[in-house]
Every structure is written in C-alpha cells, then in structure tokens.
C-alpha cells in the first residue's frame, strides 16, 4: 500500500496473489533470494500519454493514454486496451498483473500487459471514435510491435476500435503485421476469437462441474453484464442445456424466469453493438422480463454464477447471497469481478470458485493463437480452433488442480491459478538472473 498509494485495485490484486504464493515460496530460497514476486509487482515501465482529438462541432479534446507493460519473461508483452472513463493508472496495473498469470496458464508464449484511456465511447458518433483511436495509435505504435508488445480488445474496444487502430498502425509504419489481436478476418483476424472469452469461461465451469459427477444442463445461470463476455457466455450455457436467466449494464439488471433464448441472445448482442442501446430495453422487447435499475443480479437464486461486466462488481454480501440460495459454482468472465471479502465467502463455503485469471483465459488464448497464424500467414480452421479453446481451458483446469488441491473433495481455483501462472513466470525470471 505504501508502494503504491491511491492505487487500491491494483494493491488488491497484489495482495490476493501474494495470499497464496507466500506459502508456496516459503520453503524455496531462490525466489526469496531474486525477490521474483516484487520483481512481478513492478510493471517493467509504464507508459502514458495525451491523446488529442477533434469532436464534430470542432471542439479540441484532450485525454489520458496509456499502456502497462508489466512482464516479458515468457514472450512479448499482451493484453487488452479498455476505452472507459474508469480506467486510471491503478486499473490498468492491476490488469496487466493478472493478464501476467493469466498468459501464463495458456501455456503460450505471452507476456502481460494492459492499456487504454478514460475516453469515454458513450455517446459519440463513428467518427469520433475513428479520430480518438487514431489519435491513440499515434501515440502507441512507437511502443507496441509484433514480436515487442500486441494489444487486443477490452472494455468499449471491440472489432471496430481494433480495426481504426490497426488501420493507423499500417499507415505510419507501413509494416502488414500481426500487431494488434481481435482484428477482423479480412485482415488476418482469428475465427472463434470473439466467441473465446465467453465460451471459454463456460467450459472451464463444466470441468469444475465434471469433478462433482456434474454438467450444464438444467442448470440455472445469472450472468452479469451484456457486452461480449457475457452474451457469448450466456450463449455457451444455453448450447450445453442451461438456463440463463439475468443479463446486466452499468445501469441494472434484466430478469427473464422463462430464460434467455439464443434467439434473445442474438436481440441482446444486435441491440449492444449496432443500436448500443441500454439492456433495460429488453424488459421492452420480452414481456416475460423485468429490469431492476441500479441492481446487480446476484439476488437471483441459480445454482451456477457468471460475473461478466467488470472488476468488483460482486461483494462480500452478494457473495453471501449467493451461497445462501444454493450456488454451487462461480466462473469468472470478466477480470476481478469478485472483491477479496467475497472471494472468502466463496473459499469458506468450499464451492467451486474459478477466478478470471483462469476462467477468462480463452481470449487471450485465441489472440495467441491469431498471433501465430499472422506469424505463419495462413488461418486456420474453425474446427481446429475449437478444439484448441476446448484444450488450453482443459489444460489450465488441470493446472490449478495441481496445485490447489487442499482435500480429495476441495480445490481451491484461486491458489492453483496464482501458483501455476507464478511458476512458470519466475522460472523464466530466474533463468534470466537480475535484469
Ligand atoms: P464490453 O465492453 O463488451 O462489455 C462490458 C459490459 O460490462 C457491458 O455490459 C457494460 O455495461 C458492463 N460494464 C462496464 N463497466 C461497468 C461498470 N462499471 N458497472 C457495471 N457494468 C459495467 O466488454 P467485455 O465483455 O469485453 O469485457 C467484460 C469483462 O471481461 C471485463 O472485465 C474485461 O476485462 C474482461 N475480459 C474480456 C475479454 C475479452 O476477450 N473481451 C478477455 C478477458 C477478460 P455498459 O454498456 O452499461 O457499460
């Protein structure tokens, strides 16, 4: 705390990590010795930037870039840029701490990182966003570079944002190059990369549930938030015969006890991208919903949990409230959505708990593996990529099994994932000796 003052998100991500790897160092002298967890906890630099740009009345305005890079130990640096007003320096370093053993558990070669702006892309016309992500790019290119640094989507980035951005990037360097992830498919985007993150975090939930004998159906789900995580969640669980019944935004939440069809799904993901309009409109559209403003769903009684929108949007109480009315099990699509209270409600109740570094690991997955296919210039099937996603979530599954099995009937996903990612990471820091 001392370190970094007014940075509270970014001590609590430290913090819930530290939990688990001061136990697993104790008795290993080396990572004492190259003090490799603080070494972690120290972005390798820090990057910020003006980003200037024109309104279409002609107005100059003027907004905060940056770009974490926290560690590349184990390949060049990736991670989302999030475009939201939220977004400060204590923000982004906590991401790129957890993007760090986030990419590590995928078992590819990717460092950690994260970026964005407090630009804010409510309300502004097409234009608008084009001249800011240009104007961003500007800035950023300078830093970023297939095999130095590749960003992807995030929070208000999505294949449009990505699109402006690696437009202005071809542009100055006039270099075709796989420097960004999330790109679209006419230009060297993966298939399946927008469907990853969701989906992922659902398959990582069914092999939680496979270790208890059970599976999706029949289960009812609440989901929070309703941009891509969650709607390709929700869609996800509905394919393996579950019931989603909330979706949610920044301003409430929408119960439907009939459940979200993937026909609703599909009004959902049309209505948030094209019209980006607002979910309280659903309650509109399907008569069996109903929107509570200023809510999150976590009221709602479900046997399984997917939080989706942001970081700390579940409490200690709503954790509390979730136990109480049954919930076996908690996947987390979005990063750090759970605060540390009630990460602890989840732990001392013993269910099925998987945090995002683990759970919403198949994004970025997916962005390595589109990275490989630039590096190769080829694409590969959809097929092929399904199967990997089924893999590398299988894969990180059982990594956190090793090692964070505490009894022959408890695992505790927050340990295994914090200790596997840690690993593998200052394994390679130490290889590499004091640098
Ligand atoms: P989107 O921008 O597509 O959607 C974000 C959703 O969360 C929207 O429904 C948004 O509502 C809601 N939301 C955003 N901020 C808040 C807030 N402060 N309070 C309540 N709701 C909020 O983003 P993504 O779906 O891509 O990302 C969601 C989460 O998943 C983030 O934590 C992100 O870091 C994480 N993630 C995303 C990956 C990806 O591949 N996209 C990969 C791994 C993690 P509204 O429209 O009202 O703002």
């Excluded at 992500?133 to 500007?138: A, E, N, P, R, V």
């Excluded at 949610?248 to 094209?274: C, L, M, N, R, Y």
């Excluded at 109740?349 to 589109?370: D, F, H, Q, T």
Aim: with cysteine; charged share 25%; net charge neutral.
């Amino acid at each position: 705390k001392k370190r970094n003052p007014g940075q509270p998100e970014f001590v609590q991500a430290v913090q819930e990590v530290a939990e688990d790897i001061f136990g697993f160092i104790a008795d290993k002298e080396e990572y004492h010795e190259y003090q490799i967890l603080r070494r972690m906890a120290e972005p390798d630099r820090i990057i910020s930037f003006r980003v200037c740009w024109e309104d279409d009345k002609g107005n100059i305005r003027v907004q905060r870039g940056y770009r974490v890079q926290n560690n590349n130990a184990i390949g060049p640096y990736k991670g989302g840029i999030r475009f939201h007003p939220s977004v400060n320096e204590s923000v982004l370093k906590f991401l790129a701490f957890e993007q760090t053993f986030k990419n590590a558990l995928t078992g590819l070669p990717m460092g950690g990182a994260k970026g964005g702006s407090n630009f804010n892309p409510k309300g502004k016309s097409i234009h608008e966003i084009m001249r800011f992500c240009q104007s961003f790019m500007t800035e950023l290119y300078r830093h970023v570079g297939a095999d130095v640094d590749v960003p992807a989507g995030d929070i208000g980035v999505g294949a449009r944002e990505i699109g402006f951005m690696f437009g202005q990037y071809k542009r100055i360097t006039n270099q075709f190059t796989g420097v960004l992830t999330g790109k679209g498919l006419e230009y060297g985007g993966s298939l399946i990369r927008p469907e990853a993150t969701g989906y992922g975090a659902v398959y990582f939930l069914a092999n939680m549930l496979a270790t208890k004998g059970q599976d999706l159906t029949g289960k009812i789900a609440v989901i929070s938030g309703s941009g891509n995580v969650a709607t390709h969640a929700a869609e996800k669980v509905v394919q393996l015969g579950g019931k989603v019944v909330t979706l949610s935004d920044s301003e409430g939440f929408v119960h439907d006890p009939d459940g979200i069809t993937q026909e609703k799904i599909d009004w959902v993901k049309a209505h948030k991208t094209k019209r980006r309009g607002r979910i309280s409109e659903y309650a509109d559209a399907f008569a069996s919903a109903s929107f509570h403003a200023g809510k999150t769903p976590w009221g709602v009684p479900c046997d399984v949990a997917l939080p989706c929108a942001t970081q700390n949007e579940l409490l200690g109480e709503d954790a509390r409230t979730l136990v109480r009315n049954g919930c076996i099990a908690v996947s987390e699509g979005a990063n750090m959505p759970t605060d540390l209270a009630g990460v602890h409600v989840f732990k001392d109740a013993r269910i099925l708990y998987a945090p995002g570094k683990a759970a919403n690991a198949g994004g970025v997955a997916v962005s390595g593996l589109e990275m490989s296919q630039n590096s190769e210039r080829r694409s590969w099937k959809e097929s092929e990529l399904q199967q990997l996603l089924l893999d590398i979530m299988e894969g990180i599954h059982k990594s956190c099994l090793t090692y964070g099995r505490v009894s022959d009937d408890y695992v505790d996903y927050v340990k295994g994932a914090n200790i596997a990612g840690f690993k593998k990471v200052a394994d390679a820091m130490l290889a590499y000796g004091v640098v």
